[in-house]
């Protein structure tokens, strides 16, 4: 679930370099041949029957004619993985291999999930053994290899396991702070300064001079590398005007699929180790697979319901935005809130002539609020300016009417707004 929460909140470029390392690391997954969204088909059978050819993402065909590859929108100079091998540049190919696919199995924080660990037989810098199946010994030394030299690479922190073992990467060995991020970090996490005071013997204004380093210290060491100088902003929705009527069309992340060439090669395998290999990667495409069509779904839903109920706003403009709430929204998706939130967070639609954030058209978002929220206060001032003069409508009133055009607002809402516009209350203005 929480996977599936991840995928849903990634913005489209952060999804581009999701799928190109699993495209990477699994061979079971490959490019539809439909090729959807512009993108183009992947490679002939005929042209994938080399597995090591089949990992290297350069060597997944591009079509002239088409749009380019959604791999070559990531800039191969700013990339991590450039960045970190250009640290180690005299590696033998073995190792170097080793390295990247460890990179590029790198969480978004820059740290290396247990089941990659598990599975390139590394164990954790404490000593404990973190593999369930053997390999040979030369894989898992070449494996191990690569991940001490990763841990070594800078920014200090990346391939950590977790994020206490991110913090010992950074802070100096024998010193007081590293021996309280090794011995009492839960307390530390979850911020028990009263127990760790009595424990380390310390008053609070010795534990406050202690932890001062630690707001220096990374949390996120891959962030600090991820290109985000002017990125390119990808809308995953479009709305366009179609021989007079309204459509919205869902983009992005291209269609993946389970490669048949690979399923059968690997179906009728008599080796123990590549039916292992293969049950464990076809259960991590099918979930991939799974969870970018239900990405695309959700999407698909909150597009939609934008098109119905901001009709007037595409047809007139942002005078005609109406405001809504993110909780509203899902009540009327019957989708959790959380998900809607994640949905909508760092995506864009594209209507016509501009490009704006997903979140622009719910009063909980950043670059909406403001525009709702005038809106809001309009349609108060215009029902307040039609009303009955001798019979003036209470704030209740007035909610009761926006709801009944389907704005949903509190009565203390159209009091503040009202305050805000300087409109005196139902009796002051029955008596004017």
Known sequence: MLRSLDILQLPTEELYRLIAAEIQRNPLLDIADTAPY?????????????????????????????????????????SPEDYLLAQVPDLDEATKTALTTLINSLDDRGFLPEDAAQQYGISWPDGEENCDARTDDARQNVFETAYAILRSLSPKGIGAHDLQDCFRLQIPENTPLHDLVAHYFDDLEHRRFAKLRRKLCKTASELRTLLVPLKLLNFAPLKTIMPNANPAIVPEIIFQKIDGHWSCEVRGAPEIRINDLYLRMFTHSSKREDRNFFTENKQQAQFLVKMLHKRRETLQKIAEYILKFQSDFLENGSDFLRPQSQK?????????????????????????????????????????????????????????????????????????????????????????????????????????
Not at 366 to 375: D, E, K, M, R
Not at 388 to 393: G, I, S, T
Request: hydrophobic fraction near 35%; include cysteine; charge should be positive.
């Open 328 to 432: 509203q929204v899902a009540e009327c998706l019957e989708i959790h809130s959380t998900t809607l939130s994640r949905a909508v967070k760092n995506k864009y639609v594209q209507i016509p002539h501009r490009i704006i954030p997903l979140d622009f058209f719910f009063s909980h978002g950043n670059h909406g609020s403001l525009i709702a929220q005038n809106t809001l206060r309009e349609s108060i001032k215009n029902i307040i300016k039609n009303e009955n003069k001798n019979k003036p409508l209470s704030d209740e009133k007035i909610a009761q009417i926006l709801q009944n055009e389907g704005i949903w607002i509190a009565r203390r809402t159209v009091t503040k707004y009202r305050t805000f516009l300087a409109i005196p209350s139902a009796n002051v203005r029955r008596y004017i």
């Open 38 to 78: 512009g993108f183009p088909a992947s490679a002939s059978k005929e042209s994938t029957i080399n597995m090591s050819a089949r990992a290297r993402t350069s060597d997944i065909p591009n079509n002239e004619e088409s749009n380019p590859n959604f791999l070559e929108n990531i800039s191969a100079e700013d």
